[in-house]
């Protein structure tokens, strides 16, 4: 039998519901693979956490995640806590603790999923974005001079080291030749004349070992008017930190809103764990009402499974989320439905109970 050993990490708001049903459907994939378990550990931190004891996540916090095998994220931010001391002490501590380099967001209109797209099909919108997700525009470096002053000036350096710009661009050419894609690079070169221009040479040096694999370049302000008028040129996309965090919230708006969006921060080396979350925040304005959607979530431990080598449950998961919104009965609010977050997991793993039984 091989044990999965998961940190859990529910978080604030919302995180706590909707992550337990992403656990639900674990916990049914593996009742139907006895050679399967997962074995889980709870961590209280998040913004709560932090108004009650002045940080984030414990001093030896990273020392403490670097024995698991993934981190189940739930979701941060609480009302008080502003939101640069919830991303940079806690999420992107561990995204630059574990050198998560690469996230992954699926934008993928699946099955029962609404498009705001006017007469968009559904297998146009089917988009996988790899986010540089260790420097760039997240660096952290700069300076605040001359604070509270009529001279005050703010610095906000992007870096982008040569290893870190050409690791992402290659892992995205890698996938893309893996999975018979085209591959798309989103900069803004014109403008900026030192980074993205840095970043729109090391794509095309790269590219040069990948001549199988179909390349675009776009940019970002182009590849946002794109995504909307003609979203099936993008199949494989490789950007930056800033870019790929803003144009995959649109991308969510594309394949179903916000409550179907997941993402992964992926060591690939797997020298250190790896994350996967919802990105759908924290909502405090709804927690603890069982009305929050659980679907990322859900998503997110279909990541999780992929990324552990079990692709055939990963999409076993997916196909129960379709499954999920095709037939309508059992959704939340946000979809117009009257059902409980619980019940919403409720179904998806009775979903993938059923589908299990009719391929066995």
């Not at 806690?90 to 995204?95: A, D, E, H, V, W």
């Amino acid at each position: 039998m091989s044990t999965y050993k998961i940190a859990v990490i529910p978080g604030d708001g919302i995180g706590q519901e909707v992550l337990q049903e992403g656990i639900k459907v674990l916990n049914k994939i593996a009742e139907l693979d006895n050679s399967l378990q997962f074995e889980y550990t709870y961590f209280p931190w998040g913004c709560e956490y932090y108004t009650k004891h002045g940080v984030m996540m414990d001093e030896d916090g990273i020392e403490k995640l670097q024995t698991f095998d993934a981190i189940f994220l739930g979701a941060v931010g609480y009302p008080g806590v502003p939101d640069h001391i919830s991303l940079w002490d806690l999420l992107l501590k561990i995204r630059k603790g574990f050198d998560q380099y690469i996230n992954i967001r699926p934008i993928k209109l699946i099955k029962g999923a609404t498009c705001p797209l006017k007469d968009v099909k559904r297998e146009e919108v089917d988009m996988l974005f790899i986010r540089e997700n260790s420097e760039g525009e997240y660096a952290g470096a700069g300076d605040w001079l001359f604070k509270g002053q009529e001279n005050e000036v703010v610095l906000q350096t992007g870096v982008f080291s040569r290893k870190g710009t050409e690791r992402v661009i290659r892992y995205a050419f890698e996938t893309a030749k893996r999975e018979g894609k085209s591959l798309t690079s989103i900069s803004k070169g014109n403008a900026l004349n030192y980074s993205m221009v840095f970043w729109d040479q090391i794509f095309a040096e790269v590219s040069k070992e990948y001549p199988d694999v179909k390349t675009a370049s776009y940019l970002v302000d182009a590849a946002a008017m794109l995504m909307i008028t003609d979203p099936k040129r993008f199949e494989v996309v490789v950007t930056s930190n800033l870019f790929g965090d803003i144009l995959t919230d649109l991308g969510a708006a594309l394949a179903g809103g916000i409550g179907l969006a997941a993402g992964a921060n992926i060591n690939p080396e797997r020298k250190y764990p790896s994350m996967f979350e919802p990105i759908h925040g924290s909502a405090p304005d709804i927690a603890g009402k069982g009305l929050a959607n659980p679907l990322a979530a859900i998503w997110s431990a279909s990541q999780l499974l992929d990324f552990l080598g079990y692709e055939h449950y990963g999409k076993l998961v997916l196909k129960a989320i379709e499954e999920v919104l095709v037939e309508g009965k059992v959704l939340t609010h946000d979809m117009k439905g009257k059902a409980t977050t619980s019940e919403v997991g409720d179904r998806a793993a009775e979903i993938i109970q059923s589908l299990a039984s009719i391929k066995a």
